[in-house]
């Protein structure tokens, strides 16, 4: 069964610092893997999705990603965190049903930026 | 904008009695989910649809029932609140029209608030 692991309930970094949070999959079959974002009382916001093309991934507001299949990760890094990139985060792997597919989240991480 | 609309945004509610949660598209997709958030436990799968009057369980469908008798409404009904039902629920569907293949992006609502005293 497919299932992503997100490891860190909450990050913080400074204004300017590398943002790094960790996503983990597993999946018996190639994954389609997604970044979500969660800004306070608001609905989720696509941020990437990786569906197999190019390893490197970018996404809106200078996130990006990378596919390693060898590590099973699909970490999402931002290289100088601003102050609007505070929000809460989720990694979400694709699953075939029924429905053609759904998607089972991780936990989530927020984020939190310093100034 | 991908055109979903929750109602009620917020709702506060007592014990054992029903509740519905209505979810409404202007784009004739087919496929619409439901999700409940909760601190610690991220998004989790409710119930989904494929069509009109097709639907199927998700992960932590206890307690909760669906009906779809119209493409653009998918509701989600309580028929007897729990405390433990207490959370934000999230509507979303996928594939608005803009892709030819169907790789599981979501497009969400903006969640429905519901308190069980």
């Known amino acids: 069964a497919q299932s992503v692991t997100q490891l860190g309930s909450h990050v913080s970094v400074s204004e300017g610092a590398l943002v790094l949070l960790r996503c983990n999959y597993s999946?018996?079959?190639?994954?389609?893997l997604f970044w979500y974002v969660q800004y306070p009382n608001q609905g989720l916001q696509l941020l990437l999705k990786?569906?197999?093309?190019?390893?490197l991934v970018k996404g809106i507001n200078g996130f990006e990603a990378e596919f390693k299949k060898s590590e099973t990760s699909f970490h999402l890094t931002k290289p100088s965190a601003h102050m609007s990139d505070a929000a809460e985060y989720f990694c979400?792997?694709?699953?075939?049903?029924?429905?053609?597919?759904?998607?089972?989240f991780g936990k989530g991480t927020t984020l939190s930026v310093s100034s | 904008d991908a055109g979903i609309t929750q109602s009620p945004r917020h709702k506060v509610t007592e014990t054992g009695t029903p509740v519905t949660l209505r979810c409404h598209q202007t784009?004739?997709?087919?496929?619409m989910y439901w999700y409940r958030q909760d601190p610690g436990h991220g998004l989790r799968l409710i119930h989904y649809?494929?069509?009109?009057?097709?639907?199927d369980k998700g992960e932590v469908s206890d307690g909760y029932s669906v009906s779809r008798s119209k493409t653009e409404d998918f509701l989600l009904t309580l028929e007897s609140a729990t405390s433990s039902q207490t959370s934000v629920y999230f509507c979303?569907?996928?594939?608005?029209?803009?892709?030819?293949?169907?790789?599981?992006?979501?497009?969400f609502g903006e969640g429905s608030r519901l308190t069980v005293l």
């Open positions: 979303a569907i996928s594939d608005p029209g803009r892709y030819t293949s169907n790789t599981g992006e979501l497009f």
């Open positions: 999946s018996s079959v190639p994954p389609y």
């Open positions: 990786y569906t197999s093309a190019a390893t």
């Open positions: 979400a792997v694709s699953v075939a049903n029924q429905a053609g597919t759904a998607l089972i």
């Open positions: 784009e004739n997709h087919r496929y």
């Open positions: 649809s494929y069509g009109v009057k097709d639907t």
